[in-house]
């Protein structure tokens, strides 16, 4: 197996310390490859960089018609979130306008990513719900498709559950690539992850931001999606990420979602392009590197957007003391 | 440049999902190659994993003759410690033993890396202070080193100090390397870290382990320190860490070091074999795996020994709700 190239790396002093390979694509919607990097057939898990996609069945499944979601619970239902108060209240919310509760969410319980609503948790002694955990705007929306479907919403998670076929068919539907149980693994809150390219990813990506060669409903879904996350982009992560940072700069021009173990899907929608990043060792950090540098290169930043995909792209390196020692950089 | 081999992979169900590529050496007292993979030549950063060798002026210098360090305190110099209280009481005890304070580190003051000793600080309300840097034993024992010299203690961090071109020189005559400025960066501690080939560090833990090829005094040094590591490991690391695990199963057969950023160091002291190994992505868990792959192979591990390794070797990944979803593993 060829190795794919170093796109980002760690300088300590004046010397490299740490390098991170990675491949990505940007496809256009008729499957034309407009730029790439290392082996882009090899297939990945996408993780939740392609909870938009996943969220498709609220639509397709008319979840929306009988709970009406509000623009803000379809962001949610994109996003791995911090847990900050307005995250939790929004997940409660559809929940309840549901009938349903926490209990019913099957994503398991952790600590919120944001330090602040951690301390606020440590402080009033309590414990993290399932309504912390980052996918649980997703597992809302999810459950949401099962009542809508009329099936039991217990054991939604699992990959014989009708709603986990139907998010499966809808991936698979925008994407154009069959997702195979030979490379499918289980993902953190539970739900089934499939391998595939990131050719195909960033073909999908590409397919919801036009609308092109999906149909009119799928087309509208993927649209309502898109613009629920790039006009709600606090709900798509949380204070201080890059996600959120980059689309509230770029202003509804780019769609940008963070997978674990260093993936990065999005669109830049005025140019109808997807793409689909994953650095090979999985590292976070070094895959917003590379995403900024692949978006200094292609996205035409002004120079306000320019000065954030800045930041990203030479992340300061300190030491304990506070004194910059180094950085890591897209290469 | 040539691509380092995959060392370690994740698997999550039946995929792969991150490929960590690294290299390492492991060489005899006279510089022969026992066994390598990758490239062993290229310059990386040593970090903590050389603690042991920028020791070695506590001897070299007559500190030891001045403050007669303890068997606890060499072992501490040696290690990246867990800031628990023992850690932190070996620290203060040397201080003020040589008349100095906490205010005469110039580590810097991070959290504990020990879960419960971070907790009761903060249920103390208490912050952390440069004691609980892992590196305080290290800063301690370096400030014996500028008493003995009697030269000014406050900067001993600089490069120019004395201090640490008493350390540079040390751990050139292990190594048999020069430290070059155009390799050297600033430790998260504050102290300069050179880069060097892992062929070179490996042989320096050969030669530190045997005493072959070093002066009388050199050898006899390195035998104390390493006698004193081994003895103590948990002042090496702290509870639960792969160092102090490993150590305490080869029962003094097996000098064992952590660097920052996926480096390895250490010596397989019966077979008077130093080896040295570096992650290229600086992904520690990754380390470990290739660590355990490396030992299982060459250090003849008794049945608790192997257990223990092949832990290390296949690290199980977990979904929020605690079921195995996937493994770390040595290729």
Request: charged share 20%.
């Amino acid at each position: 197996m060829t190795a794919n190239p170093v796109l980002a790396e760690t300088i300590r002093g004046n010397w490299v310390e740490n390098r991170h390979r990675g491949a990505y694509a940007v496809v256009d919607a008729d499957g034309r490859i407009i730029a790439s990097e290392g082996d882009i057939e090899r297939p990945v898990f996408p993780r939740s960089a392609i909870k938009s996609m996943q969220a498709l069945p609220i639509f397709a499944r008319h979840a929306d018609e009988r709970f009406h979601h509000s623009e803000e619970e379809l962001a949610l239902a994109c996003a791995s979130h911090h847990g900050e108060d307005v995250h939790v209240a929004t997940a409660r919310g559809l929940l309840t306008r549901m009938g349903l509760s926490v209990a019913d969410l099957e994503c398991g319980a952790h600590m919120p990513t944001n330090a602040t609503a951690r301390e606020a948790l440590r402080a009033a002694g309590s414990e993290p719900s399932a309504l912390h955990n980052n996918c649980s705007g997703k597992h809302s929306g999810m459950l949401s498709v099962a009542l809508a479907m009329g099936v039991p919403t217990a054991g939604y998670v699992g990959r014989e559950h009708d709603v986990q076929k139907a998010v499966r068919g809808a991936v698979e539907a925008v994407i154009g690539e069959s997702l195979t149980e030979g490379k499918c693994g289980t993902d953190g809150c539970s739900i089934p992850t499939f391998a595939a390219p990131l050719r195909a990813f960033a073909f999908g990506f590409a397919r919801m931001a036009t609308g092109k060669g999906l149909s009119t409903e799928l087309g509208t879904a993927a649209q309502r999606l898109f613009d629920a996350a790039t006009s709600h982009p606090h709900l798509v992560a949380g204070t201080g990420h890059a996600d959120t940072l980059l689309m509230t700069a770029f202003k509804g021009r780019l769609m940008q979602k963070i997978g674990a173990e260093g993936v990065q899907c999005g669109a830049i929608r005025n140019k109808g392009w997807g793409y689909a990043l994953k650095c090979d060792d999985g590292n976070i950090a070094a895959s917003q590197a590379m995403l900024a540098g692949m978006l200094l290169k292609l996205a035409n930043p002004d120079a306000e957007q320019k000065a954030l995909l800045e930041t990203l792209a030479h992340q300061p390196i300190k030491s304990v003391r506070g004194a910059k020692v180094g950085e890591l950089r897209a290469c």
